[in-house]
């Protein structure tokens, strides 16, 4: 008999997940939260459970901060979000938070199924439809990665000073360099990245850790 930790503060959301579970595994026991203290609670003192269904905005939640902690609190626990969010930076991120399985709220009943059986047995699971879309952003991830060590750390401090939208004649003053040498990094930079503008740069660097 398993045993599921329902954490969503939407009732009817709440429902439609017992009648999937109730309807794949009629003997399965499924613990209702609406809010992150009561799922912290449950996880730290159920030992019985066998996943934990999250939706990562909740009362209580603040972007990946509910899975993160459900994830300390019952480190062997797999839980499964269940978001309205479908893009693959958020699938992605979740993933690499500790989640092993991303079921958007738009799914089918019988995905959802699909979803939690796959987990159950020990799979990860992310809709098929967007696993590709995933697998390009990693990919892109990585591109960006390769590029951005090019950088010398003069051109990172200038791309840094770009992105933050100040011109050429506040970079040069901040970092007690010449106008010119601010735009020669620019070109430099642009270069190495691969783009035509400083705008575009500006945008390829807003996945950049500074």
Request: aromatic letters at 4%; charged letters at 30%; proline letters at 5%.
């Amino acid at each position: 008999m398993y045993k599921f930790l329902v954490a969503d503060d939407h009732p009817l959301f709440r429902d439609a997940l017992k009648q999937v579970i109730d309807g794949r595994w009629d003997d399965a026991e499924i613990v209702e939260v609406s809010d992150l203290d009561s799922a912290q609670e449950v996880a730290q003192n159920d030992d019985d459970l066998d996943m934990i269904l999250l939706d990562l905005n909740m009362p209580g939640a603040e972007g990946f901060s509910g899975l993160l902690s459900l994830r300390n609190y019952a480190p062997m626990l797999p839980v499964v979000i269940v978001s309205a969010e479908e893009s693959p930076d958020v699938i992605q991120r979740a993933l690499t938070c500790g989640a092993l399985g991303f079921i958007p709220k738009s799914s089918s009943k019988e995905r959802i199924g699909e979803a939690i059986q796959a987990v159950l047995s020990g799979n990860s699971f992310v809709p098929p439809e967007l696993a590709e879309a995933i697998e390009e952003k990693r990919r892109l991830d990585d591109e960006l990665r390769e590029k951005a060590a090019l950088l010398t750390p003069a051109e990172l401090g200038v791309l840094k000073l770009l992105t933050e939208g100040k011109p050429n004649k506040i970079i040069a003053y901040e970092l007690d360099i010449k106008e010119s040498t601010v735009k020669a990094h620019i070109s430099q930079i642009l270069r190495k990245l691969g783009v035509h503008s400083r705008t575009q740069a500006v945008l390829v660097a807003k996945n950049l850790t500074f």
